[in-house]
């Protein structure tokens, strides 16, 4: 049986039941910022750190990264998945008024990476990665990153998964 001869209901609900994390990815080119919600993360080497995540091509992030050369992802409580549901569409962003580079995020408050890549302060813990490498996969593009800041805002929380939500992402396209 070929790849092909799979049924799209088998393939979706195959691929649903990898175990992965749920994250907001952040990101800026210039004066826009934009965060989306991603399960698409992953480790790919140890010297140097590097950071994969896999983007949608048509996504407002996937232009910001391939820009501004860099992304954020955010760990988030899995007690609080409220966020997720907020960044499955473009951001609004709202800068804050002294000019300290902190700002809101769809009413979520962000400050500047290193990278310049928006952090989320409610995060449980985020990673700062620049970019590396890219590999246009298709419907996606796998940006690889070195790590190149991190921090732990909250050590005591199981942090979030799909599984934690009743999203679904991945699989084969919708139309």
Same mark, same amino acid.
């Given at each position: 049986? #070929?790849? @092909?001869?799979?049924?799209?209901?088998?393939?979706?609900?195959?691929?649903?039941?990898?175990?992965? *994390?749920?994250?907001?990815?952040?990101?800026?080119?210039?004066?826009?910022?934009?965060?989306?919600?991603?399960?698409?993360?992953?480790?790919? #080497?140890?010297?140097?750190?590097?950071?994969?995540?896999?983007?949608?091509? &048509? *996504?407002?992030?996937?232009?910001?990264? &391939?820009?501004?050369?860099?992304? &954020?992802?955010?760990?988030?409580?899995?007690?609080?998945?409220?966020?997720?549901?907020?960044?499955?569409?473009?951001? =609004? /962003? +709202?800068?804050?008024?002294?000019?300290?580079? @902190?700002?809101?995020?769809?009413?979520?408050?962000? /400050? +500047? *990476?290193? &990278?310049? =890549?928006?952090?989320?302060?409610?995060?449980? =813990?985020?990673?700062?990665?620049?970019?590396?490498? #890219?590999?246009?996969?298709? @419907?996606?593009?796998?940006?690889?990153?070195?790590?190149? =800041? *991190?921090?732990?805002?909250?050590?005591?929380?199981?942090?979030? #998964?799909?599984?934690?939500?009743?999203?679904? /992402?991945?699989?084969?396209?919708?139309?």
């Amino acid at each position: 049986m #070929s790849e @092909t001869d799979l049924p799209d209901e088998l393939v979706n609900r195959v691929t649903w039941k990898i175990p992965n *994390a749920l994250a907001l990815v952040g990101s800026r080119a210039g004066d826009e910022r934009n965060a989306m919600t991603t399960s698409w993360i992953t480790q790919l #080497s140890m010297e140097p750190v590097i950071i994969g995540i896999g983007v949608e091509n &048509t *996504a407002v992030t996937h232009r910001l990264i &391939t820009d501004g050369g860099s992304f &954020t992802v955010n760990l988030w409580d899995a007690e609080n998945t409220r966020p997720f549901v907020k960044f499955s569409k473009p951001a =609004a /962003y +709202e800068a804050a008024a002294d000019g300290t580079g @902190t700002g809101a995020l769809n009413g979520w408050s962000v /400050y +500047e *990476a290193a &990278t310049g =890549a928006p952090v989320f302060i409610d995060s449980a =813990a985020w990673m700062d990665c620049e970019v590396r490498h #890219s590999v246009n996969l298709g @419907t996606h593009t796998l940006f690889m990153g070195e790590l190149v =800041a *991190a921090g732990i805002n909250n050590d005591d929380v199981r942090l979030a #998964s799909m599984s934690d939500t009743r999203m679904k /992402y991945g699989g084969v396209k919708r139309h």
